[in-house]
């Protein structure tokens, strides 16, 4: 019995959350609907000194291309040589964060669906 309902609960869990992962990050870019987001973890590799010339204006150009993918640069932390970044971002899926990057010419190492916030000062768990 206990199998059963684990394999029901399974295939139920699969029907409510693939719809919001099959929009393709193609139609995401072209169409005019607003896809639905999900948070990611963006692992990133730098070569010493690329980050040195990061201002205002490019991030402004990243965030500009970013919008046609309808990706969302939330924040980054990078390590004190710069050459690690784990960005956090809100995309449709994970090929929308490949291909803002691709056209941004900023690499990808690995990407991370972060579906769930642990708070810290709190008991409270968020599910987006």
């Known amino acids: 019995m206990k199998r059963v309902l684990v394999a029901v609960f399974g295939i139920l869990v699969t029907f409510a959350v693939a719809p919001a992962f099959a929009h393709s990050a193609?139609?995401?870019a072209h169409s005019g609907a607003t896809p639905v987001m999900h948070r990611y973890l963006i692992k990133r590799t730098f070569s010493p000194g690329a980050l040195n010339g990061l201002d205002l204006?490019?991030?402004k150009k990243v965030n500009a291309t970013n919008a046609r993918y309808h990706v969302k640069w939330i924040r980054s932390y990078a390590t004190a040589d710069k050459g690690l970044t784990f960005c956090i971002y809100e995309a449709p899926n994970e090929q929308a964060i490949r291909d803002a990057a691709k056209a941004n010419g900023i690499p990808v190492d690995q990407v991370f669906a972060v579906p769930v916030t642990l708070m810290p000062t709190s008991r409270d768990v968020v599910e987006h």
């Open 26 to 28: 193609s139609g995401a």
């Open 57 to 59: 204006a490019a991030k």
